[in-house]
């Protein structure tokens, strides 16, 4: 299963590659179903919060009825910013499962851990899955920028 869900938060991240945005995709899953589905729209919306996990976490609330997530499980293709990863714990979610690490602002390990911050009084459980996919969506896309 979490071979599925990984894929179809990739095919998420294409979405945002398809209409030019950074190649990030994520979904939320509880009791094996899918309940939030998000990828980049930072450029298209214009808004700097519009970020692949913050939709899916709007998402999966509404889909559910509530704010608290617990239960669930995230994939996403690209390990979470600061931002992400405090929505993240603020929504309770139980597990993180993530395609590839971000050397540039990770936030559950890469750079900084507040998955794992005792002050934060959480303890997300983080699964690195090095999907060679996601890590290719995004090279490609920084790549042909340059």
């Known amino acids: 299963m ?3 869900f990984m894929k179809e938060a990739v095919l998420e991240a294409r979405k945002a590659l398809n209409i030019n945005e950074v190649p990030i995709g994520a979904v939320i899953v509880k009791e094996n179903k899918i309940i939030g589905r998000g990828h980049n729209l930072v450029e298209k919306s214009k808004n700097p919060l519009a970020h692949a996990e913050i939709i899916a976490i709007r998402e999966a609330c509404k889909s559910i009825n509530n704010w608290r997530l617990n239960g669930c499980h995230m994939y996403v293709t690209l390990e979470p910013c600061p931002m992400c990863a405090g ?10 499962y993530i395609g590839t690490f971000d050397p540039n602002s990770g936030a559950c390990g890469t750079i ?11 303890n997300i459980n983080i699964n690195w899955l090095y999907d060679e996919e996601s890590s290719t969506l995004l090279k490609k ?3 042909s920028r340059r």
Not at 112 to 121: E, P, R
């Open 2 to 4: 979490v071979e599925y």
């Open 87 to 96: 929505a993240i714990i603020r929504s309770r979610m139980d597990k993180v």
């Open 112 to 122: 900084i851990n507040l998955t794992q911050n005792k002050y934060l009084n959480t």
């Open 141 to 143: 896309f920084f790549y």
